[in-house]
């Protein structure tokens, strides 16, 4: 599927590779717009590796793109890319022809650091053409829990998240995600992360004056109630019309 319709004048991220040199198209050294390839990211304490998706078109004009990182589920978690690309926006951006520059990091073991995926999408952010306005923020189970975390850490630079069936949220922390455009799914029937730990999430930043966070429930759905979220255009949509707010 193409969105050529939605893209606008949106801006252009792209991703790092710290070892790679730039080209003079902006971007580096070995990427190859329209098609997704394996990068390495090291810096102070964090390393891992992290698969880099830059649409069709990059680099052949000034223009800029939004930013989409996808955080994976426990299941694909270690040194192997190839996991990564088994769910999510890693599986179809090639085949949807996404029109958002995808980074998708991979735990090296259980868990996310947050600061580590922060520090990647800070060297991100310097080293492509990117819209600091247009960055999004999505995950699956362990990475919808990631999504949670990352965002309460830093909802300064997200346009939007998509948490998906995401355990280890903290409804605590609900209050830094008030104003945040929030699209929450889950499977009714999961037997991994019970839908309520996706609901006492979505009440609590209601409770905490949200407006914008929505909760769609598949009453039929177990745990892969994200198969279904990331084939669906509407998704990708309500993304590309969010936009941080000017800065007062």
Known sequence: MRWPQLLGTTLVLGVVCYFMPV???????????????????????????????????YGKEDKKWPVMMFLHGAGESGNDLAKVRKHGPPKIAEAKKFPFIVVSPQSPGMGWQVEGLNLLLDDIMAKYKCDPDRVYLTGLSMGGGGTWNLATAHPERFAAIVPICGAGNDPKQA?????????????????????AVSERMVNAIKEAGGKNIKLTVYPDAQHDSWTVTYNNPELYTWLLAQKRPAKK
């Open 23 to 57: 080209n003079e198209a902006g971007d580096q050294g070995g990427d190859k717009p329209g098609k997704q390839v394996e990068k390495e990211f090291s810096k102070e304490k964090y390393k891992f590796n992290y698969l880099l998706y830059l649409p069709e078109g």
């Open 175 to 195: 209050a830094k995600l008030k104003d945040m455009p929030t699209w929450v799914f889950h499977g009714g029937k999961d037997p991994t992360v019970k839908l």
